[in-house]
């Protein structure tokens, strides 16, 4: 594997390693960025550097890099990276300090930058869908940062993993968030319904580009909430995130989306997002 970039130093993965202290390690306490790498070109930076900035904004940290020096990073990882397509992980933590819980004085941030071979998404996915099932969103009130706090992401997406399903679709208050690692969309009496970019959802870079298209195709669409009936009559329902695009879910809780296969409207916003990459 190609080296991984930790504090200014350039290191085989192996070798990068962070204190016990860590307030990532201890506390959860950072926030990070997932960039998919398309032959050998990040694929819109600009936008994942600017939610970067918001996310360290949100927890109250300041920027320990500018934007060129970030650029200059993911260049190199790029060049380095073992596949022309792959993902680059960025975290920062607020830093290695005595435990406490109240932000430590004067404490350098840690930086870590990684390349990853990004998997095609799996073609049975794009021809049959896939089957996700719905749990509560029990998640906090700030799911529009990108924090490296992901326990209930984590168990969230382990509930779906136990059913033999692929995504857990999250409802609050009887409302469609989105997945426990992914932005929902979902089509109904002929409109792409996106649910609304607030403090319960993250504001998905994929998502903000799906908007783009379907904006320039004259598609028909709101931004607006969708409840569990909008989403048990819809005929179309899709998860989109950075590293698996767009992939239709035509199984949900045990019952079929629609007619039960991938619809036209998945074709038409994949060919899209296609001919973006
Ligand atoms: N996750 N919502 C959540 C909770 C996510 O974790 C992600 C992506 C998305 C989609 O955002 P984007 O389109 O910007 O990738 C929505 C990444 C891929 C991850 O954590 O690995």
């Given at each position: ?98 435990r406490?819980?109240?932000?430590p ?15 095609p ?38 509930y779906?993993?136990?059913k ?111 001919s973006?990459?």
């Amino acid at each position: 594997m190609s080296n991984v970039y930790l504090n200014g130093e350039w290191l085989p993965i192996e070798k990068a390693q962070v204190s016990v202290l860590d307030r990532g390690f201890i506390f959860g306490d950072g926030v990070y960025e997932v960039i998919p790498v398309y032959n050998r070109k990040a694929f819109a930076l600009t936008a994942h550097l600017k939610r970067l900035e918001r996310s360290l904004a949100g927890i109250r940290l300041s920027p320990p890099l500018q934007d060129n020096q970030w650029q200059l990073i993911i260049e190199q990882l790029v060049k380095e990276a073992d596949t022309d397509n792959s993902s680059i992980y960025l975290q920062i933590t607020r830093g290695v300090a005595p435990r406490d819980h109240a932000f430590p004085l004067n404490t350098p941030a840690t930086v870590f930058a990684m390349a990853k071979p990004m998997a095609p998404v799996p073609e049975a996915w794009l021809q049959q869908g896939i089957k996700v099932v719905t749990h509560e969103d029990d998640r906090w009130l700030h799911c529009d940062l990108k924090t490296t706090a992901l326990l209930a992401n984590v168990l969230l997406r382990q509930y779906a993993v136990d059913k033999q399903a692929v995504e857990c679709l999250l409802i609050r208050e009887g409302c469609v968030t989105e997945g426990a690692a992914s932005n929902i969309i979902v089509v109904h009496q002929g409109e792409v319904l996106f649910p609304p970019r607030n403090n319960l959802i993250l504001p998905g870079i994929t998502y903000d580009l799906i908007i783009d298209l379907v904006t320039q195709a004259g598609i028909p669409f709101r931004e607006t909430t969708v409840t569990r009936e909008q989403l048990a009559n819809a005929s179309e329902v899709m998860m989109t995130s950075s590293t698996r695009e767009i992939v239709p879910i035509t199984d949900i809780d045990g019952k079929k989306v629609g007619t039960g296969l991938p619809g036209p409207m998945f074709k038409q916003l994949l060919s899209l997002y296609q001919s973006l990459k």
